[in-house]
């Protein structure tokens, strides 16, 4: 097992528990002991891992559609954010909400108990604690729903007397990747009972408000009678949803980071492929990479108006 | 401690054992730290230097393909200034071999990074890029040519002073012989190969290649035959005769992967791609190509190359 | 019924759709037989034959490598009259279009080929192989210089009669647009592409090539990023503005695989691997290749040649 | 599924039991239903299926020495003979003696019971039954064992009064396929217990006589009394093996069929990778296919002195 001073490294991990929603999301909780242990017990919400999914088994059974694309003999890891990190004893528990969309996650989808899968992390720089005082509004797009809801659930473990808020979209109901909306349960009161307040928003109305979750922001934000500068932002989930909250964010004085997703081949800084152009002070351009400067970054830095 | 002498004579430089990391594949070594002892490594190369520094091509830059990848970084490199003044003194203190990989767009500017790498300390020699199929200005179009890359070879091997120069080739040629004849001929002290093949993925949904630079070199697993049969013909055809050592590459991930290359007649090897899917992919190349050698009573590891039946 | 108009013209040809099965992968037809209706494809090419029957070289004339094969059959065929005698009579029963490959060692040989095969009944096309890697005497040496490729197609072409003629081009060129050019100057009637890359896979404990031919011809799914380049080059360099059709093939296993090549610009595909690893696998192809035009609202399956963005 | 007149045809087969002996072999049984059922209800022993493999898990832990060669990710098929194939109510299992030698073989051989697995077959032409009356002598070696003992137990099931002999030789032990020596007990008296004569030989002696089985064949022969036209022989294994016995038996006057292996990519007939030399009545030279026209062959025709 190679590590850093980070204890970042390559652990092998066990599947613990799979938990499938439907055909295209499921949920894994992986235990890590020994040094693996030790170096996510300092993983942090917005972190990720990369996941080794070469030698694991193809399903015979795959969602519709997938068949062409899950055929591919993949090489490269794959990068998942985490739903949660959690001690277990001696182990560390790390549990991811998986969106299968391809061969990676198709094959992910189809571990059984007890296997083995090799994982590179934690990796990258995720999201920053609030500023004393503030209140924390997640605001998070389909896949994007995990590490936002990871981010909010750890600050008030750490601090009961934080105040979070939380607003999850998706296409529709099947595609929303919160365990207790797929249970047919009501998220408010299961997995974001530590929240203010939640609300849900789908495209096709299928779950939530029928509309777009940055709409449902928008709108509490407006009743609610909070100042900006009272509040941040912690945004994940698609690129044009992620632009709409940072421009109502710097509109409305609001400090926001938001959790970006790039192709990644290494995950670790070394291939340059994960580019993400920034702004930097002097108005000049420069690319940073996600893996290692990201996934989280200032929204102003990545979306300067 | 191992009985295999895993030391390697390698254009002048003595090695402490065959096995490097690829140019564009370990950065410029501090981001490998974390996960690795570089310096257990026969050497390293580091990303394409060019003379100004380069952003390189937008994102997506690489994509998976069935057993392989592609890349298209397009050089994206700090330049050479920045290079020796913020990433030599850290490189310096490594105990092994650095070739730095320069890349250019006219032979003055491969001239000139010679010349102003040529004389630092703490570099083992240099490798010059004229095979990258990303960019669109030089890159590969020197590196299909004989005559130009006699060319450009003849004019920087003397910027280059007493340090070894190594010429990397594509593979995209009709005959590879000719190309890495025109190398030798030019004075090269080495050669590399293969850089990564042409290629290109499209998403069918939207009808447009994944890669924003459209276009992408082909690595890893997928293309590890044919650069084995490229650096057998190489050697054959060229190599042997002119005494000038191979450094393989393409897809290689283990120790046999690594023997493979060195039987058909590479002095070192490099470790590109694998290194993604493992940071320290190419330590364990350098541990199973030594139990290759134990388990088959080889006693000095150079005994390998070219020793193909 | 499906809704997608799967009919296409390809060098005068009406064919039912443009999936076919490649060159020596699906033997004189008849072996598929028993494991799909060939009456389903838009057809297929038989394995190259030669004037006089060939015993091919000796085994292994096979082996797998990450995400591909090579072979080295060596052109093993029964000969031009024991094809026309023996296998046409059934050929000529399937309702499906067939194109009959040739090769040979000199241009005399190819022309003499097309002269006994053009006046038969039931041989829709002929298509010309002058790039298989696996054989010393011509083959590939022909495939890999444009003033050859135009002297043999233009040679051969009158000796076509009525019936078109590909030509089939090899990967392994520098410059693949100045063949595809030639081959249109010299007169062909579509261009296939691609023929295998040539390459090698050594046994590292006896140092000794795999294959008794020591080299062979990489091919499947590890290809075919390669492969889509090379089509979408001839496209955009040559066949667009000649209006030749292309015939897409290298590593083709699925209908999304299928429709990639045919944006890059082809306008039929060929399965060859894959049919090893399931009989029908081109049948799948043909379907998978349908439900995708139907997914996308795609009305003429012709539409997707060369609609890249 | 497709299938052909002989019911040869891709059909998917479901892993029953997978019994490992050791790192290096394990047995695997298949339940084939349906059209699979039908199709190798026809299969005869020295006939062999293709197993697809691409899609199969891959071991995280591997036999020794394995590693480097199991990474491979693979495409084609792989070919087995049958060790037994019997109906089992309505379904048919097959079953497979594996020896674990690469990456094909190491994900078969970490399969779970009810893991699908594609299955074309069955193919080829297997051994020939022996003419009226004539004793059946089985000489086997290393992997070659398994099609030879299901040749010989399916005779004696089809005719009680088959006589049958039976020669099984391997490296070592721990390399000999045949259940009961990894379990310790006799084959003579488990699965040969059908045979009138069983013999094992090692080269390093671990079990039955030390020294090739060839010679524990020839000199069990030259003490058996038995005339060269009471008996025929049925032989698979390493080809210097399949030539000694060939020699030997052309000799002594024995109708002798071998089985052969070779490198197959499509398994039926189209690829033309399995070349076996062969010479013809008239003296010349021909290529026949050990997929097809064999993998069992007459000796005469594959070994002519
Ligand atoms: C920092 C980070 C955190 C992530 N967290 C999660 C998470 O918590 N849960 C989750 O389900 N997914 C997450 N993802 C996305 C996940 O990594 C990809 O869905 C996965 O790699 C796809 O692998 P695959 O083999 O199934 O798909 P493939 O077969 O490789 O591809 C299927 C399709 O998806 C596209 N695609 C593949 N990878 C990416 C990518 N990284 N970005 C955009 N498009 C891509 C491909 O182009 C293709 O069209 C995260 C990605 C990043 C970069
Ligand atoms: C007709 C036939 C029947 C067979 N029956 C059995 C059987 O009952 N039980 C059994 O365990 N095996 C049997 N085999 C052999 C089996 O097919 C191979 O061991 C298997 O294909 C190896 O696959 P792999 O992926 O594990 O090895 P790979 O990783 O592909 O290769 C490992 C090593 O084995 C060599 N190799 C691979 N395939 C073959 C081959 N077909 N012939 C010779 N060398 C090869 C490779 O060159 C390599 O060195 C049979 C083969 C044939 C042709
Ligand atoms: C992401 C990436 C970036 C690369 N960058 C460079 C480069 O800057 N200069 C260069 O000469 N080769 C570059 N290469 C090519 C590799 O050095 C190597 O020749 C090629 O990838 C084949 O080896 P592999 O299959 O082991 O990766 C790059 C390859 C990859 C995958
Ligand atoms: C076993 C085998 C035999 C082949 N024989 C021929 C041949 O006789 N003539 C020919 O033109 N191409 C031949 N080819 C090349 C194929 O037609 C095709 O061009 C190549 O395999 C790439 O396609 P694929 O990746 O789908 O297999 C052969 C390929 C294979 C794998
Ligand atoms: S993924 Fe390699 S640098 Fe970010
Ligand atoms: S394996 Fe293809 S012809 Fe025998």
Sequence with gaps: ?305 | MSKVNEIIKFAGLNLKNPVFTASGTCGYIDELDDYMDIEQLGGWITKSITLKPRKGNPAPRVVETNGGMLNAIGLANIGVEKFIAEKLPLIRQKDTAVFVNVAGQKIDEYVELASKLSDKDGISGLELNISCPNVKEGGISFGTDPAQIKEITSEVKPACGDKPLMVKLTPSVTDISKTAEAAVIGGADALSLVNTFTAMVIDVRSRTPVLANRTGGLSGPAIKPMAVYLVSRVYQDVAKYAEIPIMGLGGIRNGSDAAEFMIAGASAVSVGTSTFASPDASLRVADGLRRFCESEGIKKISELTGSLN
Aim: charged share 25%.
């Design chain 1, 1 to 305: 097992m190679s590590q850093n001073n980070n204890r970042s490294g390559v652990f092998e991990a066990s599947a613990a528990r799979i938990t499938h929603y439907g055909e295209k999301i499921c949920r894994l909780a992986f235990t890590l002991s020994g040094e693996g242990a030790k170096a996510f017990e300092l993983a942090s919400p917005g972190q990720f891992a990369q996941f080794q999914v070469e030698g694991l088994a193809l399903p015979s059974e795959l969602p519709e559609g997938l068949e062409d694309k899950a055929v591919r003999q993949p090489i490269l890891r794959r990068p998942f954010s985490f739903l949660d990190v959690y001690r277990d004893g001696e182990d560390m528990i790390v549990e991811i909400m998986c969106d299968i969309i391809g061969t990676g996650t198709a094959r992910l989808s189809a571990l059984n108990t007890g296997d083995k899968v090799s994982i590179l992390g934690p990796l990258g720089r995720g999201f920053e604690k609030p500023a004393e005082g503030r209140k924390v509004i997640g605001v998070a797009g389909g896949i994007g729903i995990p590490p936002v809801e990871h981010f909010l659930r750890q600050l008030c473990r750490d601090n009961p007397r934080q105040e979070c808020f939380a607003f999850a979209g998706a296409r529709c109901k099947a595609d929303m990747p919160i365990a207790s909306v797929q249970q047919g349960k009501d998220p408010a009161k299961e997995e974001y009972s530590f929240c203010r307040h939640f609300a849900a928003a789908t495209d096709d109305g299928s779950f939530g408000k029928n509309g777009l979750v940055t709409e449902a922001f928008e709108s509490w934000f407006a009743d609610s009678g909070l100042a900006g500068e009272e509040c941040e932002i912690a945004v994940c989930g698609p690129e044009p949803m992620l632009k709409a909250i940072a421009k109502t964010a710097h509109k409305l004085g609001i400090r926001t980071q938001v959790s970006l997703e790039k192709m990644m081949a290494c995950g670790i800084g070394v291939c340059q492929s994960c580019v993400v152009p920034v702004k930097k002070g002097d108005g000049s351009e420069e690319n940073k990479l996600c893996c290692k400067d990201g996934p989280v970054f200032d929204s102003r830095e990545v979306f300067p108006e």
